[in-house]
């Protein structure tokens, strides 16, 4: 009874490294979602899929990559880290739209970018 | 027009009080409008949801008022408990389902013993 898994919990990166936080859920979800929360700032959408093969830019892509081979997991890719990157990131996975709204959030991943 | 606007950004109240968060939208197409709970270290977690052909839904002590021509949504606490202490957000999205959702930027709620 995993649910959806993040991977790290911590991490601290220097200016311009790169690194993958991985993410994989067990409830069969076709639909998985990555978002940014800052303090203060809620969380803000920064990419999703509706299904393997397919991904979509949330509100503040810039800077990221995703892909979706399989319908368990969903990496986020940081290329160039900047401070500006410094945030905890959620992965979170649903049924979808029709089949009722619940987003299944991970625990998060807090990144440190110095 | 994709903003969800919540208020206060901090509560604080006293175990036995009634908490309320506030929040407000323009987009008159969203149609579902959930409100997640996150503990500290933790992820955020559904705690109740409404869709804009109800005024109100009460799941145990929480509440959500909905009103339509205001274009604003409320949560209530009652008999707010220590355990309550969280951060809260609203949330809105088209279509009825998690795809896109719009968060509020959080109510941090401390309940005092």
């Known amino acids: 009874n995993a649910g959806v898994t993040q991977t790290p919990k911590f991490r601290i990166l220097k200016i311009g490294q790169s690194m993958t936080l991985q993410c994989t859920q067990d409830m069969n979800h076709n639909y998985m979602y990555w978002y940014r929360q800052d303090p203060g700032m809620g969380l803000k959408l920064i990419y999703y899929s509706v299904g393997a093969g397919i991904t979509d830019k949330g509100e503040v892509p810039n800077g990221y990559n995703v892909s979706r081979s399989t319908t368990e997991d969903f990496p986020l890719r940081l290329e160039l880290a900047a401070p500006s990157q410094t945030s905890v990131y959620f992965c979170?996975?649903?049924w979808g739209a029709g089949k009722g709204g619940e987003l299944f959030f991970g625990e998060g991943s807090r990144l440190t970018v110095l | 027009q994709q903003q969800v606007k919540q208020s206060p950004q901090s509560l604080i109240v006293q175990k036995g009080g009634i908490s309320i968060i506030n929040c407000a939208y323009e987009n008159t197409a969203f149609d579902y409008f959930p409100w997640y709970q996150q503990f500290p270290g933790k992820g955020p977690a559904l705690l109740i949801a409404?869709?804009?052909?109800?005024s109100e839904k009460k799941e145990g002590r929480f509440t959500i008022s909905f009103n339509k021509s205001a274009k604003q949504f409320s949560l209530h606490i009652m008999d707010s408990q220590p355990g309550d202490s969280a951060t809260y957000f609203c949330?809105?999205?088209?279509?009825?389902?998690?795809?896109?959702?719009?968060f509020g930027k959080g109510t941090k709620l401390t309940v005092n013993p």
């Open positions: 949330a809105a999205s088209i279509k009825g389902g998690s795809e896109k959702l719009v």
């Open positions: 979170a996975s649903s």
């Open positions: 409404i869709r804009p052909d109800v």
